[in-house]
């Protein structure tokens, strides 16, 4: 009976996350995406609606639901905008390592702003010198009696300029490597904060990547997020952890998007008197696109599910599920393109958008080709 309440309570979720995306959120991803226009009005539906607070569990007043449940929210508003499908997945990744790393103090504070959409979150980890290699990340927060002392910078930061607070990952102790990393919450208004110019990309336009920089920026001790020196474990759950679920339905709602813009515009347009959805190529196509976003979807929802019931193999199964939805997407919405022949190539319609999106999908979070080495490397034993 318990499995049967949940999984009913997965449908409702998805079937409103899907309704708010096509009624609310995608009459206006159009012109977000063309004049860069963080979706803040998006942002402040899903707080409305409840759907920030998925994936947080019941005692701190969020919904509950696990990574099925998530994804499954992401990939719905990913069919109506990715831009904003990403901002959320951003802002519930600060959430999450709130919840299960933050003092109790800290999760009074934040969680309930944030899950309202009152308080936007993000995270910040990735700088010019380290990539997607954590461990090498360069910025440095000195204890200074009640303060850390902080110093260094972060690039390609989704939200950044935008969100009120940011789980910043930085190195408490030089000596002591990965274990001298630790998680705080830096709020927007820091005196030693500051931002750069918004990053002008190929897509995900909508989602204001900046760098961030940090000049004697002094922040409460009582913002440290977990342990001194437990920051990677700290940003692995919620990250890694979560995250990557995340991105990969974020994926999987741009594939599927692009398989309906297809099916669509192959019924409806008309060359020499008949649609061009007679002719096999264009069969050929639609048949490898569904194909590749059906293997998606079920991927994801079989990767979060084990993810769910084993925790410990949340960051394997984000692993997969992140790479193949990423790939996938990348060669569908290329499919999508070439079924609409030269329309697909025309801002007007939304493929070209989609193409964009999709391909941002595969170098952020982590690059496929790290996330193909992590799961051989699991696989091997390495």
């Not at 000195?142 to 902080?150: A, F, I, L, T, W």
């Not at 030089?174 to 005196?191: A, H, M």
């Not at 059906?294 to 993810?307: F, I, N, P, Q, S």
Request: aromatic residues 6%; glycine residues 12%.
């Amino acid at each position: 009976m318990k499995q049967n309440n949940e999984s009913f309570g997965q449908h409702e979720l998805k079937d409103l996350a899907r309704r708010i995306a096509k009624e609310r959120i995608a009459p206006n991803a159009v012109e977000r995406d063309l004049k860069c226009v963080f979706p803040w009005d998006a942002v402040r539906i899903l707080g409305e609606t409840g759907l920030l607070s998925v994936g947080v569990s019941e005692h701190y007043g969020g919904v509950g639901g696990g990574r099925t449940s998530f994804a499954s929210v992401a990939r719905e508003i990913s069919r109506a905008c990715a831009s904003t499908a990403l901002v959320y997945v951003s802002h519930v990744i600060a959430a999450k390592g709130i919840e299960t790393a933050g003092s109790e103090a800290a999760t009074k504070k934040w969680l309930p702003e944030m899950l309202k959409g009152q308080c936007l979150g993000a995270f910040a980890v990735h700088e010019p010198g380290c990539g997607s290699n954590a461990g090498a990340i360069a910025t440095t927060a000195q204890r200074d009696g009640d303060n850390y002392v902080v110093n260094g910078s972060k690039f390609f930061i989704t939200s950044a300029g935008e969100a009120d607070i940011y789980l910043v990952l930085v190195r408490t102790d030089p000596e002591k490597g990965p274990k001298g990393i630790s998680t705080l919450i830096i709020e927007k208004d820091s005196p030693g904060l500051s931002f750069g110019s918004a990053e002008d990309k190929m897509g995900l336009k909508s989602t204001s990547s900046r760098e961030m920089f940090f000049t004697d920026c002094r922040v409460p001790v009582g913002n440290l997020i977990g342990d001194e020196g437990g920051g990677m474990q700290v940003i692995g759950k919620a990250v890694v952890g979560w995250g990557f679920f995340g991105a990969a339905g974020i994926s999987a709602g741009i594939a599927r998007s692009a398989v309906e813009i297809s099916i669509r515009h192959a019924t409806e347009r008309i060359i020499a008197g008949q649609p061009i959805a007679v002719h096999q190529g264009v069969q050929f196509l639609i048949s490898d696109m569904i194909l590749g976003t059906e293997a998606t979807e079920a991927l994801l929802v079989a990767c979060a599910e084990r993810a769910d019931s084993s925790p410990d193999s949340a960051a394997l199964n984000g692993f997969k599920a992140k790479l193949f939805a990423s790939e996938t997407a990348v060669e569908v919405t290329n499919k999508a393109i070439q079924v609409l022949g030269g329309h697909g190539y025309c801002r007007d319609y939304i493929v070209e958008r989609l193409f964009r999106d999709a391909r941002g999908l595969t170098v952020h979070f982590k690059t496929s080709e790290w996330l193909r080495q992590d799961i051989a490397k699991a696989a091997l034993d390495l």
